[in-house]
Nanobody, 123 residues
Framework: QSHLVESGGGLVQPGTSLRLSCQAS????????VAWFRQVPGKEREGLVC???????YYVDSVKGRFTASRDNAKSTVELQMSSLKPEDTGVYYC?????????????????WGKGILVTVSS
C-alpha cells in the first residue's frame, strides 16, 4: 500500500520559518513528480511547487523567494522550507506524487495524496 505522510506543521508567528516534510512509502518515488499543495477553507486546493522526476522545480508566484522545496530520492522524502511566513499562508498543506513531470506548479497527473497537515500563521 502506498502512502504519503506529512509532518512539521503547527502554529507559527508571521515572519518566521517552518519546514514541512513528506515521507513516501510503497511507491517508486524517484520516478514521480512530487508537489506541495495548500488549501484554505472555501477555496480550491492550490499547487505551490512541483519538483519533476528530473529535479526541475516550478513555484507559484505567491511563494517564489520565500518557499524552497527539495526532494531526496534515496530517502523518499520531499521537504518544503517556508520562510517569511504570512497569515495568508495559513492552510492545510498536502504533498502529492504522480506523473513524471510538472505542468507548472502541479504534476501532470496525481496518483497519490497525503492526508494533509495544518499550518497556522498568526500572532
Amino acid at each position: 500500500q502506498s502512502h504519503l505522510v506529512e509532518s512539521g506543521g503547527g502554529l507559527v508567528q508571521p515572519g518566521t520559518s517552518l519546514r514541512l516534510s513528506c515521507q513516501a512509502s510503497g511507491l517508486r518515488f524517484q520516478y514521480y513528480a512530487v508537489a506541495w499543495f495548500r488549501q484554505v477553507p472555501g477555496k480550491e486546493r492550490e499547487g505551490l511547487v512541483c519538483i519533476g522526476s528530473s529535479g526541475d522545480k516550478y513555484y507559484v508566484d505567491s511563494v517564489k523567494g520565500r518557499f524552497t522545496a527539495s526532494r531526496d530520492n534515496a530517502k523518499s522524502t520531499v521537504e518544503l522550507q517556508m520562510s517569511s511566513l504570512k497569515p495568508e499562508d495559513t492552510g492545510v498543506y498536502y504533498c502529492a506524487a504522480g506523473g513524471f513531470y510538472c505542468s507548472g506548479a502541479v504534476p501532470n497527473s496525481i496518483n497519490y495524496w497525503g492526508k494533509g497537515i495544518l499550518v497556522t500563521v498568526s500572532s
